[in-house]
């Protein structure tokens, strides 16, 4: 167990590490595109301060002409630049938010099955227990009777760990749901109908959405 949760935290370093790296190259390439599309903006102002002091010289139309056209049409150039520079930065901003929430889910997947394979073996015990349970004789004795009490308390112990974990049972009242439950045998029954669960030969558990362990159940036909 130990060597298993070991290679766990070592995997899930691994992912953290290369995701680390990942975003920091995204935000390197995003600072780049912030410095361009201020070199553009600089470069346009120029432009425009070229083209307002020709003005103010008062120097002749026929002279000017070539040269404000000139300016016009580099200022034109620094504009379709600035929109294609624009247009990279929001496209590489979405694409960091995108990888940032992708990451997030793969943390979180990881996390999920680190637990639910803790969570199995501690569902195994529990299976154990609540099978003495259901064998223990009516006639006990005093020790006996202590020795029981004793189990109980273990198997409420276990009990808290899944709740701690938010770990609930499955449901097997109702309607069979392959989802949920896998059917171990399908009998006649005429105290329910068709495709509706008889009962329950070992508890399912589920952690939100995600099923750790079916529920084995019998279901009607």
Request: overall charge negative; charged content about 35%.
């Amino acid at each position: 167990m130990a060597k298993r949760k070991s290679t766990d935290q070592a995997a899930e370093a691994a992912i953290m590490e290369t995701a680390e790296k990942d975003e920091a190259a995204a935000n390197e390439a995003a600072a780049e595109q912030a410095t361009s599309d201020e070199e553009v903006m600089i470069s346009e102002s120029e432009i425009i301060d070229q083209a307002q002091t020709q003005k103010e010289t008062g120097e002749s139309e026929v002279q000017d002409e070539p040269e404000v056209v000139n300016l016009m049409a580099q200022l034109e150039q620094v504009r379709q630049e600035a929109a294609q520079n624009l247009e990279r930065w929001q496209r590489a901003a979405a694409e960091l938010a995108n990888f940032k929430r992708r990451q997030e889910e793969q943390r979180k997947l990881q996390r999920d099955q680190i637990k639910a394979e803790v969570l199995d073996g501690v569902i195994g015990a529990l299976d154990d227990v609540d099978l003495a349970f259901q064998n223990v004789p009516e006639d006990l004795d005093g020790q006996l009777i202590g020795w029981v009490e004793g189990f109980r308390l273990v198997q409420r112990k276990l009990d808290r760990i899944l709740d701690d974990q938010n770990v609930m049972p499955i449901s097997t009242n109702g309607i069979f749901d392959p989802n949920l439950h896998e059917a171990v045998s399908y009998e006649e029954s005429e105290a329910h109908e068709e495709g509706e669960i008889i009962g329950e030969l070992r508890k399912g558990y589920q952690i939100g959405s995600r099923v750790i362990r079916p529920a084995l159940v019998r279901v009607a036909k």
